[in-house]
């Protein structure tokens, strides 16, 4: 039987498996809408800006590691969808969407509601299409979906033509593809992981260095097998987080411009440096020519463009996290210089006394005897009543690093947060996605007075599908984040960092129809945070008004090196 | 360092602006570029001329093999290859440097391929060294339009670049 373009459009995406579409209706998408209203299979969320589409579709993906997948019109909806394509693919992240385009007749003519998708969008996706006939639609949704979401993930745009989706052809949906340009390397090749294992097994004071890309591959089992096998210090980036158990002793925390102090002395007198599924962002990295001095480096990525992009490295290796660790892991097995499987860290003892030393340093120290709430507290105090095992999304600024380092995650894909474009407005939608793909989760937003507003129109969406998001406003009354900079470089002159006309948080949420709280005294933190995680089918906004003059510590400035840290005042080293 | 790399491209619309749109992102050079399909409908081959350090060169080759419509590339450079581009050059040929001017072209291999009362058009391929040296040997004034193609490569010997 001949299906239209719509029909087919909504019939790939049932057979691919897609649970929910995040989008928005216009014009050059209408023939899709009427189609997805005549069944039940693909469900729809109606969002109440496209930005919102694609962070709950990056959300849905980032906590289940499935593809998110977003529809809106041509035009403004497709220009609107840009921040969330870009920070999708900043950060690796599956995603398949579908802009709807003007006719393929008006194409080129400045119609209306015309705009070059696919130009606009190269920069910023893995790949994209414009499918010109009806007859290339199905097999165009299947490339996209394999592209998407093999190899590095990243997000791939498919621009559908209104007249396209009204032609009508045979459907069938292709079970494979194979795109004969594209052929991404899972294995690694055999002598450069020996080399490696030789180099990690002479190594008098290693280091884990792994990243998003752990997380991306599914390895967080043979990652944690082997970091216990080898008994070494471990750091994550931003985007490892959870990957391996933060709680677990072999755990340094993060690394980077506001990783732990042990971490970042952990990265400066290494020997061997083993970064896997980590891209050495310059967060991370800081100076060049600071950077692990003393370290042989090793390098796992998919990506062999990753590969020795900014710091050289001395073993590459191109593959997949998964297959080439557990290829390491069969390795060290049959080594006889194995460490011993009962108490493997005796091994590197020196190198693990000198890492206590560090870490004693205690440098997330907080003054808890504030009469100011401390945002440090309550993402402390989260972290315990949720028993760490909470789904968090966060948005963009101190509130992102406090809850990057406080909330311990023990488990991958909990931790949900726009890392390489550091896109604002990234929380409260990104939670969407989460709930609904974990419809009995506790999900936390952690977010500040500013980012919140970026995307607050989504409030509504999470009343229209009851999604019970606990809202952890940070109000610092400040860009903190801009604050923090300003006052450290720009000697306190705070320009347009003030969050001036903040609305009332509780109104606003509680007009929306949620519930609304404001805390602002330390006793207040716990009890208010008890009830709001009893509220189970509730939205809950809650306002701490926190110290505004906290800042995010350790920090490294720009322009030093990892042993050249910040601590916080009360810290700070002679 | 200058490195000639030749890629076979899926012929398809777009697919130019990709490699181009990467060389403006990432802020590479690009020297000089040709592309047109080849005996395969379904394939272009582009030549592209760039400069960089051999880190540049690295992610450039890198990078490009990432663009999902780059079927496969050489950059020519690593081996020994012949690397050919065309000018068409519109001279000035007033009556008392018309044979001066002959000769000049027969001494560079090129062809007088259209000819008016006062004008010469000459064709001339080689390196794009040797082309240069034309331009330096005829007065500048007597040159009215230059039209360069950019330059084309392959590689010597057996080697070749096919899918
Ligand atoms: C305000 C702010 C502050 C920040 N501060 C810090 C900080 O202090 N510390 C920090 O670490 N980050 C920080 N970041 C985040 C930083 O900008 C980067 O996003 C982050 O460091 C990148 O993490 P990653 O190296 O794990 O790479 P990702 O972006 O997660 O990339 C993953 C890598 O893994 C590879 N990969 C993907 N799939 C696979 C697979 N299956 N097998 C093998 N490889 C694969 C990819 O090719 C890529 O190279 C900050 C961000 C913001 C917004
Ligand atoms: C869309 C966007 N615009 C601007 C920025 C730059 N920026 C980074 S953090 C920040 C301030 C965030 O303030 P808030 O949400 O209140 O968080 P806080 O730092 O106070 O915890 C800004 C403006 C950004 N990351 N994203
Ligand atoms: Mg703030």
């Not at chain 1, 004969?180 to 090749?189: A, E, I």
Request: net charge negative; glycine share 8%.
């Amino acid at each position: 039987m001949e299906l239209t373009g719509a029909e087919i459009l909504v019939r790939c995406l049932k057979d691919e498996g897609v649970e929910y579409v995040f989008g928005y209706p216009g014009g050059a998408v209408l023939h899709v809408y009427d189609a997805l209203y005549q069944q039940e299979d693909v469900k729809h969320i109606l969002v109440r800006h496209e930005q919102g589409a694609t962070h709950a579709a990056d959300g849905y993906a980032r906590s289940t590691g499935k593809p998110g997948v977003v529809l809106v019109t041509s035009g403004p909806g497709a220009t609107n969808a840009i921040t969330g394509i870009a920070t999708a693919h900043m950060d690796s992240i599956p995603m398949v969407v579908i802009t709807g385009q003007v006719h393929t007749w008006a194409i080129g003519s400045d119609a209306f509601q015309e705009v070059d998708s696919v130009g606009i969008t190269r920069p910023c996706v893995k790949h994209n299409f414009l499918v010109k006939d009806v007859k290339d639609l199905a097999i165009t949704i299947k490339k996209a979906f394999y592209l998407a979401t093999t190899g590095r993930p990243g997000p791939v745009v498919v621009d559908v033509p209104k007249d396209v989706t009204a032609q009508r052809t045979e459907y069938s949906y292709p079970k494979e593809v194979s795109i004969r340009s594209y052929n991404p390397v899972l294995k690694g090749h055999p002598g450069q992981i020996r080399k490696a294992v030789d180099l990690m097994l002479t190594a008098k004071k290693p280091m884990l260095y792994t990243g998003g890309g752990v997380i991306l591959s599914g390895a967080q089992n043979s990652l944690t097998e082997m970091t216990r096998m080898l008994g070494f210090p471990i750091t994550q980036t931003l985007m490892g987080l959870g990957a391996f158990p933060a709680t677990d002793p072999q755990s340094l925390g993060m690394l980077g411009m506001h990783g732990t102090y042990e971490a970042n002395m952990a990265m400066h007198h290494c020997d061997v440096l083993v970064a896997i599924g980590a891209r050495f962002d310059d967060r991370v990295v800081g100076v060049v020519k600071y950077f692990c001095p003393e370290a042989q480096i090793i390098h796992v990525d998919i990506d062999p463009s990753s590969i020795s992009k900014s710091v050289k490295v001395h073993v590459p290796i191109v593959g997949d996290v998964d297959h080439v660790v557990k290829e390491m892991i069969r390795l060290i097995r049959e080594d006889k210089r194995k460490p011993d499987p009962v108490a493997p860290m005796q091994q590197l003892a020196q190198w693990w006394d000198q890492i206590n030393e560090w870490r004693s340093v205690n440098c997330l120290k907080y003054d808890r005897a504030s009469a100011l709430i401390k945002p440090q507290y309550v993402l402390e105090t989260l972290y315990r009543l949720t028993e760490g095992d909470a789904y968090v999304t966060s948005d963009v600024g101190q509130h992102q690093m406090w809850a990057a380092q406080f909330y311990k995650f023990d488990k991958p894909l909990r931790w949900i947060n726009s890392g390489g474009l550091g896109t604002m407005g990234f929380g409260l939608p990104a939670a969407m996605g989460v709930q609904l793909a974990h419809p009995d989760a506790t999900v936390a937003c952690v977010t500040g007075e500013a980012s919140i507003q970026m995307c607050i129109q989504e409030l509504s969406t999470c009343r229209q599908y009851g999604l019970p998001i606990k809202i952890i406003n940070l109000n610092n009354r400040y860009m903190g984040m801009v604050r923090q900079w300003q006052e450290f470089f720009y000697e306190g002159r705070y320009a347009m960092s003030y969050m001036d006309a903040l609305p009332d948080f509780v109104k606003l949420a509680e007009s929306y129809g949620h519930v609304g709280m404001s805390i602002d005294k330390p006793a207040d933190v716990e009890p208010a945070l008890r009830e709001a995680l009893k509220l189970k089918d509730r939205l809950v906004f809650m306002d701490f008004i926190t110290d505004q003059t906290e800042n995010v510590y350790p920090m490294i400035a720009q322009g030093k090196g990892h042993h050249e840290m910040h601590l916080s005042p009360e810290r700070e080293l002679a | 360092m200058r490195h000639i790399i030749s890629i076979l491209l899926e012929n398809e619309s777009g697919a130019l602006s990709r490699v181009a749109g990467l060389f403006s992102a990432r802020g590479y050079n690009i020297e000089s570029l040709t592309v047109a399909a080849t005996e395969d409908p379904s394939l272009s081959r582009m030549t592209l001329v760039t400069r960089g350090s051999e880190d540049v060169i690295e992610q450039i080759t890198k990078q490009l093999n990432k663009l999902v419509d780059v079927v496969k590339l050489l950059d020519l450079t690593e081996g020994p290859h012949i690397e050919r581009e065309m000018m068409l050059i519109k001279l000035k040929a007033t009556s008392t440097a018309r044979d001066e001017l002959k000769r000049l072209v027969d001494i560079f291999r090129g062809h007088i391929i259209d000819v008016t009362s006062s004008t010469y058009t000459v064709e001339l391929t080689g390196t794009g060294e040797k082309l240069d040296a034309f331009i330096q040997a005829v007065d500048s004034d007597d040159i009215l339009e230059t039209v360069r193609s950019g330059v084309s490569g392959i590689a010597r010997g057996e080697k070749s670049l096919h899918v």
